[in-house]
C-alpha cells in the first residue's frame, strides 16, 4: 500500500532539540509568570490553570503556587498538557514580538516543500501542543511554513509512546496506517507507530542506528515512495 501521507516529530527531526532546550524553554521559564499574573482570569488561561491544579492534586493552590508548579515541570520536561498549553500562549507573544523565530533544518524545508508538490499530506505529531507547533512553523526562519500542512496533532491523542495514539491519529487523518510515514528520532515512538501498522523511518542527525527502523541523517535521504 503506497504512502499518502507523512507524520513528522519536531524535536530532533525537523528541528534542532538544542531550539527548544536552549531558547524556548527558557523564554517559557522567564515569562510565563508573569503572563499567568496577568491573564489568569482570562478563560483560557483559568481552563488551563485549573488543570494544573488536577493533576497536581493540588486543588486549592493559589496563583504563586501555581507558577511554582509550572516552574518545576519545565524543569523536568514534563509532558504535562496543561504546562504546553501555556508555553504556547507564552511563545505565541515572543514570536508575534519578532523576540522568536521557530527552527527548522533547511533540508527539512526543502523536502517537505518537495513533498507538499508532490502531492503527500504532511501532518504533525508532536508533545508540544498544537499551538506550539502552528508558531514554530508559521513564524520559522525560513518564512511561513504552515501552508505544508494538513494537520498537527499532540498529546491530546494520546502519549508518543503507546501505538493507540498513533492508531487515533490515523483514524483522524483518514487514512489506514499502512499509508502513514512516521519520521521521528525517537526508537519508542518509532515502534509504537510501527506497531499501529504505519510505515517508519528513524532520524540520526549526528548519525548511527535507530534498531528496527530505516534511519537516515537528513530529509533528502527519504523516498516515501520507497517506504
Known sequence: MPVRAILTDIEGTTSAVSFVFDVLFPYAREHLP???RRHAA???VATQLEAVRAESGEADADIERVIEILLGWIAEDRKATPLKALQGMVWEQGYRAGALKGHVYPDAVATMRRWKHEGYQL???SSGSIQAQRLIFGCSEAGDLSPLFSGYFDTTSGPKREAASY????EAIGRPP???LFLSDVLQELDAARAAGMCTCGLAR???ELDGHPTVSSFTAIEPAAC
Do not use: D, L, S
Open 34 to 36: 508573569a503572563f499567568v
Open 42 to 44: 482570562e478563560a483560557e
Open 123 to 125: 501532518y504533525v505529531y
Open 167 to 170: 492508531v487515533r491519529i490515523a
Open 178 to 180: 499502512a499509508e502513514i
Open 206 to 208: 549526528e548519525g548511527g
